[in-house]
């Protein structure tokens, strides 16, 4: 898997705080730390940008670029385990 855009500048950007899944689990759509309400192609671009801290964008084995959490140890800031909005 290829990783893009990993920041350490992490206070100056949005994170994302709340997200939105549809009926087969996958997330659809994210609330950052701003208010703002991304649908998941809108917040890749955000990520692929370095807008937003604490994710990351990667290549899946399928060839498509995915969304996650930045690695940290810590599973409760997994975006599967995000509030849901």
């Known amino acids: 898997m290829t990783e ?5 500048n992490n206070e100056e950007r ?7 899944k549809n009926g087969d689990g996958d997330l659809t759509a ?7 309400t991304l ?3 809108e917040a890749l671009q ?3 940008a370095g807008h ?3 994710v990351n964008a990667f290549k899946g ?3 498509e670029t995915y969304i996650r ?3 940290d140890g810590d599973p409760s800031n997994n975006l599967d385990q995000l509030p849901l909005f």
Request: no cysteine.
């Open 30 to 36: 994210f609330q950052t730390s701003s208010g703002r």
């Open 4 to 8: 893009f855009n990993s920041f350490n």
């Open 69 to 71: 959490g930045d690695a």
């Open 52 to 54: 937003i801290a604490g």
């Open 46 to 48: 955000e990520v692929q």
């Open 14 to 20: 949005e994170r994302i705080v709340a997200v939105q």
């Open 39 to 41: 649908q998941y192609n």
């Open 61 to 63: 084995r399928d060839g």
